[in-house]
T-cell receptor, first 115, second 110 residues
Framework: NAGVTQTPKFQVLKTGQSMTLQCAQD?????MSWYRQDPGMGLRLIHY???????DQGEVPNGYNVSRSTTEDFPLRLLSAAPSQTSVYFC??????????????FGPGTRLTVL | RKEVEQDPGPFNVPEGATVAFNCTYS??????FFWYRQDCRKEPKLLMS???SGNEDGRFTAQLNRASQYISLLIRDSKLSDSATYLC???????????FGAGTRLFVKA
């Protein structure tokens, strides 16, 4: 049981480049989400999904796209990278019980630098 | 006003001390509440869920006051290994949108 996996661990991009951060979970969780973490600001929700085919925006969605074609995978796409997107990105998954979402399980993170 | 606010920290305490973290949230319809721990450059991990009746796990006690929209975490007999950032986390209405506080850094010194 690998839990939540993310690739790559590190990435350097030039301004204007696009790329996809991969996230996968093997716990059959219906809920998946992407966060970015910047110094002193905590984690901010980018996008989330409550099941395959369903996605919605979080606090800071601009510049990012997501899709959820399977329960396991939830990739995050940067459309045209900007230096302001330099951050640590975490993917997480969770499950609900009696309609309430429980703890989130996080991947190890992707450290992205945009030059 | 931020949706989840925590003590700014950092807290510097000696081993054996008792330390308390406070957190307030703005949405009265929030459904569930948690404390996470994050070590430097690592992913957050659940420390404990927080229930209205209060709950304890060893040296850690968490409390929730819905009327005041306030959450607390008490660590007794601090250990060096407790040094980390503690994140207050709130799930909004429907439980979908999870809001993290900025975190409070704790340094426990020998």
């Amino acid at each position: 049981n690998a839990g939540v996996t993310q690739t790559p661990k590190f990435q350097v991009l030039k301004t204007g480049q696009s790329m996809t951060l991969q996230c996968a979970q093997d716990m059959n969780h219906e809920y998946m989400s992407w966060y970015r973490q910047d110094p002193g600001m905590g984690l901010r929700l980018i996008h989330y999904s409550v099941g395959a085919g369903i996605t919605d925006q979080g606090e800071v969605p601009n510049g990012y796209n997501v899709s959820r074609s399977t329960t396991e995978d939830f990739p995050l796409r940067l459309l045209s990278a900007a230096p302001s997107q330099t951050s640590v990105y975490f993917c997480a998954s969770s499950y609900s019980r009696a309609g309430v979402y429980n703890e989130q399980f996080f991947g190890p993170g992707t450290r992205l630098t945009v030059l | 006003r931020k949706e989840v606010e925590q003590d700014p920290g950092p807290f510097n305490v000696p081993e054996g001390a008792t330390v308390a973290f406070n957190c307030t949230y703005s949405n009265s319809a929030s459904q569930s509440f948690f404390w996470y721990r994050q070590d430097c450059r690592k992913e957050p991990k659940l420390l404990m869920s927080v229930y209205s009746s209060g709950n304890e796990d060893g040296r850690f006690t968490a409390q929730l006051n819905r009327a005041s929209q306030y959450i607390s975490l008490l660590i007794r007999d601090s250990k060096l290994s407790d040094s980390a950032t503690y994140l207050c986390v709130v799930n909004g209405p429907g439980g979908f949108k999870t809001i993290f506080g900025a975190g409070t850094r704790l340094f426990v010194k020998a």
